[in-house]
């Protein structure tokens, strides 16, 4: 490890540079997880942090360590995200002129927040890139200090600091999951953990849509990033970073690849069992665990949560996305008589088998039922899809034939209980 851009001596200086000034964020046993996986599994909650994120640790560390004329000439940093509002709330604390460049259609609450932490934003670039293009051309025309999100020594070993506190609470831990973007967080952890415990595992998780890490290391070209969105905002890097890389080959035993439904469900369960909000990429360490148990069973593993900073609509329709799945919502398509009384002895039904009528749809137009019968479309809460099996029994005994929907768009994928 003498070779690498970041040393344990760093780390532990970081530490007690930031100390005071950055929470001190717990770690908390996970029960419901671990006996999900078979594996005891222990959570460090990054979340707790003023502005939501790990991020605050390596910029602050960073900020730091500039000198007073660099103080004075200011930082610019690119972010459309954690990083922004971690180098804008310990900029202001310090009374250093932060300016964040965010590329042009960043939504405007990220603006506000970062606003809001004291920073001047920036809209430049249509994508990440470009506007990381204009953030080092603003900083050299102003002789500005570039706070970078990751590959930089100073940040890694703030970061490195989740493995102090997370070894001093749980120092019997062999494994390590984090999530990786850039690579910063995992590069100082690696370097951090290794040192304390060189026996402990460290792997790395990312988001399948942006796999530059697991890519680069296996000597392929990152390419370029999928078309889709991704639940991980946060770790969606294009390319990671050219000293983490280093860090991460030297001591990162694996990446493990997660897709989407994975983020979605690894948040979802997080909030129900652990009562924990929880962004997507903050999510990613326990995607990875549950979906993978036998790699990790029987082992005691150390996850960070990274951030918790999820926009409340779209919390709202992973968790209505999850009801889906599990069968605890469910949309029925049931065939009536068109005549009066129907419905009503219909809802009777379902009421009776303690369902729960959320929306009704109810059609004579545009199905090709008889004319003397109407179609209705039926979105039922039940308790789990046993239930859902006992409510279609009900309606087809009582004389409604039924179907399960498996999706609202398509019909031809419907479950036929006629």
């Known amino acids: 490890m003498h070779d690498l851009p970041v040393t344990a001596v760093a780390v532990g200086d ?42 605050e640790r390596g910029a602050l560390n960073k900020l730091l360590r500039l000198d007073a004329a660099q103080r004075r000439a200011g930082v610019v940093a690119m972010s459309a ?134 890519r680069v290391l ?7 990033p999928a078309a889709a969105a991704t639940l991980a905002e946060g770790i969606a890097v294009k390319e990671p970073g050219r000293l983490t890389r280093r860090i991460v080959e030297a001591l990162v035993s694996e990446i493990r690849l997660v897709d989407e439904i994975m983020l979605e469900g690894a948040v979802e369960i997080l909030l129900e069992q652990q009562k924990l909000v929880v962004e997507g990429a903050g999510a990613a360490g326990v995607a990875a665990v549950l979906a993978a148990p036998e790699r990790f069973r029987g082992r005691r593993v150390g996850i960070v949560i990274t951030g918790g900073n999820m926009d409340a609509r779209l919390l709202a329709s992973i968790l209505m996305r999850g009801l889906v799945r599990e069968g605890r919502l469910v949309r029925l398509r049931c065939e009536l008589p068109d005549v009066a009384g129907a419905l009503s002895r219909l809802s009777g039904v379902i009421g009776k088998h303690a369902g729960n009528i959320v929306e009704v749809h109810h059609q004579r ?15 039922v809460e039940t308790q789990n899809r046993r239930h859902v099996e006992v409510l279609i029994a009900a309606l087809v005994a009582a004389g409604f034939p039924t179907q399960l929907l498996l999706s609202s768009a398509d019909d031809q994928h419907a479950t036929n209980n006629r």
């Open 81 to 214: 995200g954690n990083h922004a509002q971690g180098v804008a709330y310990h900029a202001r604390r310090l009374g250093i002129q932060a300016t964040i460049v965010m590329p042009e259609g960043t939504p405007f609450i990220k603006i506000d927040r970062t606003e809001a932490f004291g920073a001047t934003v920036v809209l430049k670039g249509d994508s990440l890139a470009a506007a990381r293009e204009a953030a080092d051309a603003l900083a050299r025309e102003r002789g500005s200090v570039l706070v970078h999100p990751y590959d930089d020594p100073d940040v890694i070993a703030g970061q490195g600091t989740v493995a102090l506190e997370l070894l001093a609470d749980r120092p019997d831990l062999d494994t390590l999951v984090v999530p990786i973007g850039g690579g910063g967080l995992i590069s100082g952890i690696g370097v951090a953990a290794k040192a304390l415990k060189p026996e402990i595992e460290i792997v790395g998780v990312q988001s399948t849509l942006y796999p530059s890490m697991y």
């Open 218 to 224: 296996r000597g392929e070209d990152p390419g370029p």
């Open 365 to 379: 137009l545009f199905h090709d039922t008889s004319v003397k019968r109407a179609e209705l479309d039926v979105v």
């Open 14 to 55: 970081a530490a007690a540079a930031i100390a005071g000034a950055i929470a001190r964020t717990p770690t908390i046993a996970a029960p419901a997880l671990s006996e999900l996986v078979g594996a005891e599994l222990h959570l460090k909650l990054e979340t707790l942090h003023r502005t939501g994120s790990f991020k």
